[in-house]
């Protein structure tokens, strides 16, 4: 007796990513034959641009609030009993007839898109594993497109009966029957039959039916002693990262001391930079001091009060501070004549003195000129976006992602304009430019005003915004951050894309908060690039290299396209048989 099964999985956005990387094969799954090929019955095929699950479902589901415990897709696996699909052995894990694949495929889509229709936003049959199975996602809407899965497949054990009994009706004509009706045994969630077979065989079973479940368990044995093995690993890596994290609270704290003694370094050197004594300097100057005030100096042009080191002129109303304000003053001097005439009169020491003093005063009262952006050139913004994607081969999808935030746009002379910021986002502190006018262009470089020393050109990709940051890739240039970020948009988890523009300064303390091995520095392949890379992890021992076959990676993604073209040229070129893998229905 064949009987047709159909379990659900509810699946929310912790959750979400994971199954999809399990159904794509994109992690390790130890019961799945990787020399056979999954199909992709519903939905587009993989390639550089098709987007990864989680954001097929957000697509979706739109703009609309979605509460956090919300279920935002059902899995459902749809699949029979093996003596349907090899009647004459069960018990023989992996095959199965072609014709009868082929009907159950065509039953399981019909009853799929005349339950759902377009929320089914994608359908995998598996063929690498024991028995073949159907994965497919439904993204829960009601009928005013709210995600509502309770108004779809509700909460009770009657619903999932029906549920059991429209997928029993559409298969039925292949001769699959439905378990039996209100029966006590609970449904069975998709994890849980995966797990199934990890249970002992009955013993009061035929014969064929004992072999299937031999094999299985066969199989399900050695998936638990890789599972064992990896559990091993898992724990010495624990051990060694609390090792780092032991380490690191010593560094930390190593650190702490050592910025302590800087500041205390500075705050005595800054103590000991005093101005030259103005009574001196004014002697100097000609004026003469009053016998009944001790303070005061005059001439016939000035009476002025020296308290410290600031002075007031009464007569001119005006005063300053220090030697070389004094004598710029008195004798109506620039700076540089004051400080020639302070050596020539009192010596070097005090010019030296003097001058310290000034700096000193001027870092103290005068505000630090602030960065400010190349002015925006809409008109250009064209020009740059054609370059990006053309010349650089960016997905527009990502360019104009990042110019609807701000940190791409085009300047009057049609650079590329990338802005860099501090990680928190709250100050520019400077821009890198590309030249994209012309032909050959190869302008590039950071604008008048930016601070190498602090912000970067950065973006966020993958997980939800509210995520925090799990992993961060390093690379020279904006460019680059953009190429590697469309080679890894398979990767759901939220990660960090900063370029250092070429300079190795990176964000020592938040890098060094990720966890092992998720900083990613993937500087360029040349002899530059591997010194930078050496550089950096010297002080991010939770780091590791990634460098690209290509001399960048703009290189490599330019690369990957047109091996992919080339592969798409040559399909194209093939029968039409052996074009169309796997069924239609």
Known sequence: MAYGICRIQKLKAGSLGGSGRHTNRERYTPNADPTKENIRIIGEPDSINTPNLETIVREKIGNQTIRKNAVMAVEFLLTASPEYFRPDDPSRAGYYHQQRLK?????????????????????????????????????????????????LLGGSRHRLSELQDSFAEAVAPLGLERGIKGSLAKHTRIQQYYSAINKAPEINLDTETMKQQVADRQRALKKSAVMEKTAAHLAQENQQLQLQLSQALAEVNKQKQSAANWQQKYQDLANTVR???????????????????????????????????????WKALKGGGGAIDLVMHVNQYDFKQAVTWLND???????????????????????????????????????????????????????????????????????????RRSLDGQTITGAFLRGTAGTDNTFKGLARGSKRSDGWFYFLRGGQSSDPVQRAVLVESAIDAMSIAVLERTDSRRTLYLSTDGAGHVPVDFLRALPAKSVIVAYDHDEAGLELAQKVMSVLPNSVAKVP?????????????????????????????????????
């Not at 001790?294 to 002129?313: A, Q, R």
Request: charged share 25%.
């Open 103 to 151: 009907n159950f495929q065509k039953k399981a889509c019909e009853w799929l898109i005349n339950s759902y229709g377009d929320r089914i936003v994608r359908a995998e049959l598996h063929l690498d594993e024991s028995t073949p199975h159907i994965h497919a996602y439904m993204v829960p809407l009601d009928e005013k497109g709210k995600l509502n899965c309770r108004a």
């Open 275 to 313: 101005d030259f004594p103005l009574a001196e300097v004014a002697y100097q100057l000609g004026l003469e001091p009053d016998p009944k005030d001790k303070h005061k100096w005059h001439n016939t042009e000035h009476i002025i009060n020296i308290t410290g080191s600031k002075f007031y002129d």
């Open 345 to 419: 009169r009192l010596g070097e020491g005090a010019m030296l003195e003097a001058t310290r003093y000034y700096a000193k005063d001027v870092v103290l009262t005068q505000p630090v000129p602030q960065f400010t952006p190349p002015i925006v050139d809409a008109e250009k913004w064209q020009q740059v976006r054609n370059y990006l994607r053309t010349e650089r081969k960016l997905p527009s999808s990502l360019v104009d992602a990042l110019h609807e935030q701000g940190l791409i746009y085009a300047d009057n002379k049609q650079n590329a304009v990338f802005l």
């Open 549 to 585: 076959n290509a001399k960048d990676w703009n290189e490599e993604l330019k690369n990957y396209l047109n091996f992919e073209q080339q592969q798409q040229q040559r399909r194209q070129q093939q029968p039409r048989k052996q074009q169309h893998r796997g069924f239609s229905l």
